[in-house]
């Protein structure tokens, strides 16, 4: 990898090995701190393994040592310390942190952790060594979701300042903890989208997963219908000044009239996603059409109508730009095409070039009929058919046994 290299690989396995998962009273520790480092090295390591195309380490050794199901216990841990603890924290009137930049790490820890393992998901065998893990994954990612559904429905996406969330090393040492918890609620979009990305990779593996996981998939959080939902809303899209915004990348970025008909990756991972639980072979086998399910579904002709309604205003414009300046050319434009066509097409050419036209066989003009029963000979009209009947008869009734023979 050169100088894409960030770890050298013993120090990759030393890291890997040393991930453990941290109760709820001793995250934001010294030791913890020290393993979202970690984290935050390994999660920049896989990152380039992947851009570079060299072979994948990170992913190999999370599956090796067997630590899916414990980067899953961590993210649901700090999940739960987001929405239960911290809010509490900032209400307590003696807390007056003379350096708030610790707390940020911890509120920063959950988008570190779900973008590694959007990263190695990609991989089937994550999936497969995630064991039972993969349950809780699937539900966080469902409760990502429709949180991101229920967002779209009160008002849309952040705005365009909200969505840049900041780096541990962008931000200030001196935050007022109100600001903190604003923060971590704006990056909920970005994890939302990142869940998104797991939730699809997870997918891939249908039909390989255990009965308990298709049925939590299909069944308990019914994913097909919630998808649809995200179809719908289209969080990650909004339009700003009359110009397209996609969420991408982590902010918000305009994207070119020339790109406007191509799907954004979110809305493809969602259209994969249905895919894969719609139509592989033991989804469908097991997904229990109801009418609810059955009308979420019936949606998706529609969505698609959207998209072609969306995108024909560019087919338009682009036939109105080509009958003002293509198609509509002035006399003098005409002639000299004119020109050019007849030194392209010329007839003296493709005379020759052209395959030569049938004769009758029986007075040699040019033919335009051709015996029905043999196909073999043509005639230029029905007078002279019967006429050469005499000599071709019996070869024509010799020619049709032999066809049927065949």
């Known amino acids: 990898m050169g100088d894409l290299e960030l770890l050298l690989p013993g120090e990759a396995a030393v890291l890997v090995l040393g991930l453990r998962s941290f109760p709820l009273r ?16 390994l999660n920049m390591q896989a990152i380039l393994d992947a851009t570079a195309s060299q072979g994948e380490p990170i992913q190999e050794l999370l599956v090796t040592h067997g630590k899916i199901p414990t980067l899953v216990e ?17 209400r307590l009137e003696d807390f007056k942190p003379q350096n708030t930049f610790p707390i940020y790490m911890v509120v920063h820890h959950e988008a570190s952790i779900i973008n590694l393992l959007e990263t190695v998901f990609f991989h089937k065998e994550v999936c497969e060594s995630a064991e039972d893990a993969v349950l809780d994954l699937i539900d966080y990612c469902h409760r990502k979701l429709t949180l991101l559904v229920a967002q779209s429905s009160r008002g849309g996406p952040p705005e365009e300042e909200e969505c840049q969330s ?7 040492h001196h935050v007022a903890p109100q600001e903190l918890q604003k923060q971590a609620e704006l990056m909920e979009f970005e994890i939302a989208s990142k869940a998104l990305s797991v939730l699809r990779y997870i997918t891939d593996c249908v039909d390989s997963l255990s009965l308990s996981t298709l049925n939590r ?3 308990t959080h019914n994913l097909p219908c919630l998808l649809v939902e995200l179809l719908e809303h289209n969080p990650w899209s909004r339009r700003e000044g009359g110009k397209l915004q996609q969420f991408e990348g982590g902010r918000w970025q305009t994207v070119a009239p020339s790109e406007q008909q191509k799907l954004s990756k979110l809305d493809g991972q969602v259209w994969i996603a249905l895919y894969n639980l719609l139509l592989s072979h033991e989804a469908r086998a097991r997904y229990c059409f109801t009418s609810f399910a059955k009308g979420q579904l019936l949606k998706i002709p529609e969505i698609w109508e959207r998209l072609e309604r969306e995108n024909r205003g560019k087919w338009q414009a682009i036939a ?20 050019r066509w007849a030194e392209t097409y010329r007839l003296d050419v493709l005379e020759a070039i052209a395959p030569e036209r049938p004769r009758c066989a029986y007075c040699s003009a040019e033919a335009s009929k051709r015996c029905s029963r043999c196909q073999n000979e043509w005639y230029c009209c029905r007078e002279c ?11 024509c009734v010799l020619a049709a046994q032999g066809d049927r023979a065949k």
């Open 217 to 219: 998939m299909l069944s």
């Open 26 to 41: 001793e995250i934001g520790s010294e030791g913890w701190n020290q393993q979202h480092e970690n984290l935050e090295k």
């Open 320 to 339: 109105k730009y080509q009958l003002r300046h293509v198609f509509s050319p002035s006399e003098q434009d005409l002639q000299l095409q004119a020109r």
């Open 74 to 90: 961590e993210l649901i841990a700090v999940e739960m310390w987001k929405q239960k603890v911290f809010p509490v924290l900032c």
């Open 166 to 172: 900041s780096t541990p090393m962008q931000l200030e």
């Open 385 to 395: 058919q019967v006429k050469h009947w005499e000599k071709h008869g019996k070869a």
